[in-house]
């Protein structure tokens, strides 16, 4: 069977020829790369990766296929897919389908067949930067190049609040004793699944949730989630945490949640060359001495000077690789949070723990 060509071209002119994948058409996002060897179905329902173009470092894609339980969300959001080599056969007998008919089905464009170890060297060499992927400008760059151009930058972007829930709703066993009010940022499923499996009630709202609608619930904690997007844009979110750490009562953020805890208290956030992305990244956790091997993703991160001289601020948590932040607790209020992804679909179960810390935080408040 002829494949039907496709093309990648980057935001400083970078140009790939492949061949397509998933859904015929034009799309694109921030370009970024994920070093998993595994997982690509959890990465793609990841709403973190909301508007980005991913690109898998491992070789071969869609030969397990997909499966309808293995989601963080209801349905990707990404920009796009790279890959090196594309499997439409899938081998495992429980699948639900190709991955092939996935993308499809949400109309997600992707490119196949090129040499994906160039691709992400050129990024870790250049930052991350927009990218978009066609098969529908075959011969016609100065065409693709204009509907790159119409991509918005992610730095600056605000995200969250699109793909949130707009209802609040219900997660977990309505007699627990321990409720906790979730902002919904960009929630990965997983996140609840811990939350509910330690014996937490949980009710999820909408990212630009007020504090008093989350009141009359009465919660005994609150949690910030991951998601997508520029945290330094999101003031609405910012003024929401500050509202919530008012109330004494016990906070735990992650990843987006860690940057807008931190962005609550005066510590501001950056964006980096181009992110953490991965299932193998070292962290060392400053209070125990320990080390762990975390599931990252994401592009922006907390500024370490401010993290230093903040009078009410510990670093609890620091990354291997590059030293840059990765975990903070508040000296003053029962809040804590981590840049990495404890829940870790896909990933390693290293940091687990730190939901039994959440557990442990509420039943000493």
């Not at 990465?43 to 894609?61: K, L």
């Not at 709202?205 to 007020?210: E, M």
């Not at 181009?274 to 060392?284: A, D, Q, T, Y």
Request: aromatic share 8%.
């Amino acid at each position: 069977m002829l494949k039907q060509k496709a093309t990648l071209l980057l935001a400083d002119g970078t140009v790939f020829h492949g061949s397509l994948i998933g859904n015929p058409g034009t799309n694109g996002g921030e370009i970024c790369f994920n070093t998993g060897m595994t997982g690509y179905q959890e990465i793609y329902t990841d709403p973190s990766y909301t508007g980005q173009v991913i690109v898998t470092t491992t070789s071969h894609i869609g030969n397990y296929g997909v499966d309808n339980e293995e989601v963080e969300s209801d349905h990707p959001t990404i920009g796009g897919i790279v890959v090196n080599s594309f499997s439409e056969v899938y081998s495992r007998l429980d699948g639900d389908g190709s991955l092939q008919d996935y993308l499809v089905k949400y109309q997600i464009t992707g490119i196949a067949d090129i040499d994906t170890r160039k691709l992400v060297r050129h990024i870790r060499s250049q930052g991350a930067m927009n990218a978009i992927i066609s098969s529908e400008f075959e011969g016609d760059l100065e065409g693709l190049k204009a509907e790159l151009e119409k991509l918005p930058d992610m730095n600056g972007l605000e995200l969250s609040s699109q793909v949130c829930t707009q209802e609040p709703y219900f997660y977990g066993d309505e007699s627990s004793p321990i409720k906790v009010a979730c902002l919904d940022f960009g929630i990965k499923k997983n996140i609840l699944r811990n939350l509910a499996s330690r014996g937490v009630y949980c009710k999820v709202y909408p990212a630009k949730t007020q504090l008093a609608e989350m009141e009359e619930w009465a919660p005994n904690a609150y949690f910030l989630s991951n998601g997508p997007g520029d945290p330094a844009v999101m003031e609405y979110a910012v003024d929401t945490v500050k509202d919530i750490l008012n109330t004494g009562k016990p906070v735990f953020g992650i990843c987006l949640g860690h940057q807008l805890l931190a962005e609550s208290v005066g510590i501001s956030t950056y964006k980096m060359h181009h992110g953490h992305r991965g299932i193998n990244h070292p962290i060392k956790n400053l209070l125990t001495g320990k080390s762990e091997i975390t599931s990252q993703n994401h592009g922006f991160n907390i500024v370490r000077e401010d993290s230093e001289n903040h009078p009410d601020v510990e670093i609890t948590h620091v990354h291997l690789n590059d030293n840059t932040v990765a975990g903070i607790k508040l000296k003053n209020k029962p809040a804590f949070s981590v840049q990495y992804h404890p829940e870790s679909s896909p990933g390693p179960h290293d940091s687990r723990y730190l939901f039994d810390d959440f557990i442990a935080l509420i039943n000493q408040n």
